[in-house]
């Protein structure tokens, strides 16, 4: 598991993917920094009563789309690299089982996920005192918009996964995702079982039923992928 | 040239693109179906507050969008197995081979801009929507969009036909247009050169909704046709001397 995990840290050196998780919390960030900094007097009136928490929530409104979106490149980048050189047949030759080399990509794909939002945390703690907002930052509010999206968006990441490596043609698996991701910003009012809503929710309900929806898909797909023939 | 256009029109042919250009007139018809207030009237018509509604989202996020998935699409059955080097080995020119490329993601543009007509006059004879429709305003406003598409289109097909990811050009695509959601509340998106399509699509100062929205006709000429002058041109230079 450890080997698999690794050769797919040596493969993802020096190409985009990185650039794009780090990318990612930066720019959210950056649109926010632009959006207080033009606007400033006019949102600290607005959010006067809390600063904090409205940074952070102007910060998750764009966050969370700019997630989907990236769950859905970054998996297909990931499965690329295989499709492009054929790879997959020589991945599966190895003496490794698929569940081990499915399960790395999943856990590979999501640590990359973490590591941006936790990047998103950082990133919007230092806007926040560059703002002048203080020092009393609010350590449960900003777990809520980073870590609690993220752990909601796990069915997405094993949905995403599957559609890349499955299908070669990855205009299936990015047409999807992005399709999903733009309409989850319009979901705020939709019923809880929607799965779309859960990121955008952040609370108990949205991070348990996630992770085991997403633990649930995963099973799924990772029986398909062993069923699979590969060519 | 119209060898390549219809050499283009037969890859096309039985691909699934024929089922992305319904993406985003089948969304544009959720929110216009799921829109229940049918009190509201822009303009004296609550035809233009359905066309409001179901165009928003759109010109907002989905037609920027689609310009790159539509020229990632166009690209990929030259970077697969070889083929440009089998089109680019037929008697035509390479400038011939980009621009007939070009014309083929327009085409699909329109197609889709099409498609949102279709989709608004159905929800709106569904919904019932009284008074007569504003043919002029709409067209027009249409037209305007894929007008203004066109410099993303040209940006889009220049990185598609660079890289032979997928997933690369659309992560370029998505990087500009995200930051739409922000910069058309601001005094900058005149001069953003993805947020013309939906700046277009919703009039120019004279018939603005609620001055909400403006856009000035001369920022729209110098952004949209500066945009895609440089972008088509520094595209068709680039894929003239690619070696394949």
């Known amino acids: 598991m450890w080997g698999v995990f690794s050769s797919d ?22 649109l926010e920094a632009v959006n207080f900094g033009l606007r400033y007097d006019y949102l600290t009136k607005i959010y006067a009563s809390d600063l904090w928490s409205g940074l952070l929530n102007n910060v998750q409104q764009l966050s969370v789309v700019v997630m989907l979106l990236g769950v859905a490149i970054i998996t297909s980048l990931m499965a690329t690299i295989e499709h492009q050189t054929n790879a997959w047949k020589q991945v599966l030759a190895l003496p490794i089982s698929r569940t081990e ?13 973490f590591a941006s939002c936790i990047l998103l945390a950082f990133g919007s703690v230092i806007l926040g005192i560059v703002l002048g907002f203080g020092t009393d930052i609010p350590y449960t509010g900003l777990l809520k918009i980073t870590v609690f999206p993220f752990l909601a968006a796990l069915p997405f990441l094993a949905v995403q996964i599957w559609l ?10 990015l047409t999807f995702g992005i399709v999903y991701a733009l309409f989850s910003s319009y979901t705020r009012n939709a019923p809880d079982w929607l799965p779309l809503k859960w990121p955008l929710m952040m609370n108990s309900f949205s991070v348990i039923t996630g992770v085991v929806t997403g633990l649930i898909v995963l099973t799924i797909t990772l029986v398909d992928f062993a069923k699979r023939d590969v060519n | 040239m119209l060898h390549v256009l219809s050499s283009e029109f037969y890859k096309l042919r039985k691909s699934k693109i024929s089922l992305l250009i319904f993406v985003s007139p089948i969304f ?31 010109g907002l996020l989905f037609l920027p969008l689609l310009t790159g998935i539509f020229s990632a699409f166009i690209c990929r059955y030259e970077h697969a197995d070889g083929g440009w080097k089998q089109l680019l080995a037929l008697p035509v020119s390479r400038s011939q081979v980009y621009i007939a490329k070009l014309i083929s993601v327009m085409m699909l543009l329109a ?23 504003p043919w002029a305003f709409v067209l027009r406003s249409l037209f305007n969009g894929w007008l203004a598409s066109a410099p993303l289109a040209a940006l889009q097909l220049a990185v598609s036909v660079s890289w032979a990811s997928f997933a690369a050009p659309l992560a ?17 998106a005149p ?17 603005a909704f609620g001055g909400a929205i403006n856009i000035s006709l001369f920022s729209l000429i110098v952004v949209v046709i500066g945009s895609f002058v440089a972008f088509f041109a520094a595209g068709l230079i680039y894929f003239q001397r690619k070696s394949m």
């Open chain 1, 9 to 30: 840290l040596l493969k993802i050196k020096r190409k985009l993917i990185l650039f794009l998780i780090v990318l990612g919390p930066l720019g959210v960030i950056g």
């Open chain 2, 191 to 207: 001069f953003y050169p993805w947020a013309q399509p939906v700046l277009s699509m919703f009039g120019n100062e004279k018939e």
């Open chain 1, 164 to 173: 890349a490596v499955t299908f070669k043609n990855q205009s299936i698996a």
């Open chain 2, 111 to 133: 197609l889709t801009q099409v498609l949102v007509l279709v989709s608004l006059l159905v929800i709106g004879w569904i919904k019932g929507v009284p008074g007569d429709f």
């Open chain 2, 172 to 188: 370029v695509n998505v990087i500009f247009v995200i930051p739409n959601i922000l910069v058309i509340n601001s005094k900058y």
């Open chain 2, 28 to 58: 544009a018809a959720l929110f216009g179906f799921f829109e229940t207030d049918s009190s509201k009237i822009v303009h004296g018509s609550q035809w233009m507050y359905k066309y409001m509604v179901m165009a928003a989202g759109h």
């Open chain 1, 101 to 113: 080399v499915y399960t790395a990509k999943f856990l590979f794909n999501g640590l990359l996920l």
